[in-house]
């Protein structure tokens, strides 16, 4: 699981822009991301930096996850935590 767990951090990281230290270490809310990433514009940049993160993580470990909306209030220690229970739903 830790494999998956430094998978999802290391793809949604570059696909935002941001380093993982930034991200995870400050527990930015999906706000602060938007705020502070150059690549992200609106909300939907936002859900498509998920999805490719998800994409990868079907194509790279073999598991689909599917994620509930989340408000930009949000930690991403939040969203990383709904990630992993999908793909422990998975691996059960």
Known sequence: ??????Y???VFAASV???EEEIFGENLTLAQIMA??????????LMEA????ANGLKKEHGVKVRLPAFPLDTHISE???SFMSEV???AA
């Open 50 to 53: 998920f999805a490719r993160t």
């Open 36 to 45: 502070r990433s150059g690549k992200l514009h609106n909300s939907i940049d």
């Open 88 to 90: 422990e739903k998975v």
């Open 79 to 81: 969203v990383l935590a």
């Open 8 to 10: 999802i951090r290391t």
């Open 1 to 6: 699981m830790e494999q998956v767990d430094k």
């Open 17 to 19: 822009a941001l380093g």
